[in-house]
């Protein structure tokens, strides 16, 4: 069973039947329910065209739903318009269907919540990761914008920093998590870029693409994390960082500064710097003190102190991190790492330790428990 191309057609078929009629939270789960029919009928009889049995079948589970509720019978003149089998339209709805997610009847957080849910692909679990939140309590708020849109017509699309948070987190999750979604966010972002004339999304564009010009070195062959430091800079996608650079150099000339510009302009530094030794230390805590400045986000100060430490020594980077939340995600993990820069080798290694039991993956908790091992292996000595 190929799960991306599950992944990857959900959006557009979901768009369709939200076209034909369905309201979304009906929409949802009649695609849903046709991804099961799908795992469980193509391994032995795989379709000839995928879009189009999905369309198919999801249309008939939407029908059979609403057969059923007798609050909704008044839908049942829809049986008539079922479409044949056949060939699927292969319009791209996808980027339209995030706008439309972002309804206005919804805050922006929930906007954003219930899209990576229902065209994102992503599961309950990690959007609370996102939100820094507990999964219960996303999974409340996912519940509540279905209910809020369940009766209301998609035909007053969101704000464009709704879906842009959105893309964003939707690429974040591809480039570090478990699910390839990072080339479809800047696909999508790519479209929405051509669309429109507005700096943050040009920002957001070109963090994305400094970020993924990276992804090669970001692993070694065994699967495990490379840190930034320690990263094959030959391995880097010079045409991506170019072309990067240039937007994110175009939309600073605007001077309509926005979070994922600032944001892009801190990767481009990491990306000019021939060596780790050679980074710029110093501007990039200038630009965090701009994002800081524009998001007050506590994610935003724990990356600073890393950056402090570089710039002005692990003392400083310490001492920028002893006033924020030690609950913080990867807040043990940065402690550590600036306790062996400062050289106690004891406190670091039981931080590392300690910072692999809350990592959200696999791969970065066999990183920190790696960096733990070696510290107390030089301890030993």
């Known amino acids: 069973m190929n799960e991306v191309l599950l992944r990857s057609l959900t959006p557009s078929v979901l768009g369709i039947l939200v076209r034909r009629g369905a309201d979304f939270a009906a929409a949802e789960d009649a695609v849903q329910d046709a991804l099961v029919e799908a795992v469980r009928v193509w391994p032995a009889d795989p379709p000839r065209d995928a879009k189009g049995w999905l369309v198919t079948v999801a249309w008939r589970k939407f029908l059979d739903a609403t057969r059923a509720d007798t609050a909704r019978r008044r839908r049942?003149?829809?049986?008539?318009?079922?479409?044949?089998p056949g060939p699927a339209p292969t319009v791209d709805d996808t980027l339209q269907l995030y706008f439309l997610c972002a309804h206005p009847s919804l805050t922006p957080s929930s906007a954003v919540a219930l899209t990576l849910r229902a065209v994102g692909g992503l599961t309950t679990r990690q959007i609370a990761q996102a939100y820094l939140v507990p999964e219960a309590t996303m999974a409340q708020r996912i519940s509540r914008a279905k209910r809020t849109v369940s009766d209301v017509r998609f035909d007053q699309p969101g704000d464009v920093a709704t879906v842009l948070r959105v893309l964003y987190l939707v690429f974040n999750e591809g480039y570090s998590g478990d699910i390839d979604l990072a080339a479809e966010a800047i696909r999508l972002t790519r479209q929405l870029a051509a669309a429109i004339d507005h700096p943050e999304v040009a920002g957001l564009l070109a963090l994305m693409l400094l970020h993924h010009a990276r992804r090669?070195?970001?692993?070694?062959?065994?699967?495990?994390?490379?840190?930034?430091?320690?990263q094959d800079r030959g391995r880097w996608d010079t045409k991506s960082i170019a072309e990067g650079v240039e937007?994110?150099?175009?939309?600073?000339?605007?001077?309509?500064?926005?979070?994922?510009?600032?944001?892009?302009?801190?990767?481009?530094?990491?990306?000019?710097?021939?060596?780790?030794?050679?980074?710029?230390?110093?501007q990039i805590v200038e630009w965090y003190d701009e994002l800081a400045r524009l998001?007050?986000?506590?994610?935003?100060?724990?990356?600073?102190?890393?950056?402090?430490?570089?710039?002005?020594?692990?003392?400083?980077?310490?001492?920028?991190?002893?006033?924020?939340?030690d609950a913080l995600p990867r807040h043990a993990a940065v402690a550590a790492y600036l306790h062996e820069r400062d050289g106690d080798l004891a406190t670091a290694a039981r931080l590392y330790a300690e910072a692999a039991q809350k990592a959200p993956n696999l791969a970065e908790r066999a990183h920190l428990t790696r960096q733990a091992a070696r510290l107390n292996a030089r301890r030993s000595r």
Do not use: Y
């Open 295 to 325: 998001t007050d986000s506590p994610v935003v100060r724990l990356n600073r102190a890393v950056a402090v430490g570089e710039a002005d020594g692990p003392r400083a980077g310490l001492a920028a991190l002893a006033v924020l939340d």
């Open 216 to 230: 090669a070195a970001r692993t070694a062959p065994d699967g495990s994390l490379v840190p930034l430091a320690e």
């Open 247 to 282: 937007i994110l150099q175009a939309a600073l000339a605007r001077d309509r500064l926005g979070e994922f510009q600032a944001q892009a302009a801190i990767a481009a530094l990491h990306a000019d710097a021939p060596t780790a030794e050679e980074t710029d230390w110093v």
């Open 76 to 84: 049942e003149d829809l049986v008539d318009e079922e479409p044949a």
